[in-house]
């Protein structure tokens, strides 16, 4: 069990450690230190439903429908093209300070409809989770495949809080305006380049 336990452990841990999204996301509430305990929950819990999904059924429904994945691919585009574009705005805008006080007064719904959006609409979410996982989780044996997505999503959930956390810590070293700046320069052209990515994906 506690080999089954650890196999999923650390294939979780590989895909989910590269920065995408969902990472950017949380570092920068953590560093902003605005709800970002509550952000980590829900990247957590929105990533043990699609572990549980993919390792009990799910990857199936996606190799199936091809339209499905379309949708998610290009809504996901669209996202990371808004969501880059805004870090890039608030990156040279002359009063970065004034910018990042706008970014704060951001209200709780906002935030979580931002996230949730970031999650489930970034398509190598899916991959991971339905493809990789579940493809590798559905070929152990029904008694300890449960085994497999508990250390998976042991993971996920250790990753999340421990990055919101650090970030949250580092706030008052990565709140300076030039800090500010390459942070905000550097998650834009992380979204820009997932989003070129998924595009060249989806015409293919």
Request: hydrophobic share 60%; with cysteine; aromatic share 14%.
């Amino acid at each position: 069990m506690l080999a089954v336990f650890l196999q999923g452990f650390a294939l979780s841990a590989a895909m989910i450690l590269p920065l995408g999204p969902q990472n950017v996301f949380v570092m920068n509430q953590g560093i902003r230190r605005q709800y970002h305990l509550l952000v980590a929950s829900l990247c957590a819990l929105s990533d043990i439903a699609l572990i549980c999904a993919g390792i009990f059924g799910g990857s199936a429904l996606l190799h199936r429908s091809s339209l499905l994945l379309m949708l998610v691919t290009w809504g996901g585009v669209a996202f990371l093209l808004w969501y880059g574009w805004g870090a890039f705005r608030t990156a040279f805008s002359r009063h970065i300070a004034l910018a990042s006080v706008a970014e704060l007064a951001q209200s709780r719904w906002r935030i979580v409809v931002s996230m949730l959006a970031v999650t489930w609409l970034n398509p190598h979410v899916y991959l991971d989770t339905f493809v990789v996982l579940g493809s590798l989780g559905s070929q152990f044996a029904p008694e300890v495949r449960s085994w497999f997505a508990f250390g998976a999503v042991s993971a996920s959930a250790v990753w999340f809080f421990a990055l919101a956390l650090l970030a949250a810590w580092l706030s008052p070293y990565l709140k300076t305006p030039l800090a500010q700046r390459i942070i905000n320069i550097l998650v834009g052209l992380v979204m820009w380049a997932i989003a070129a990515q998924l595009a060249w994906h989806g015409m293919q």
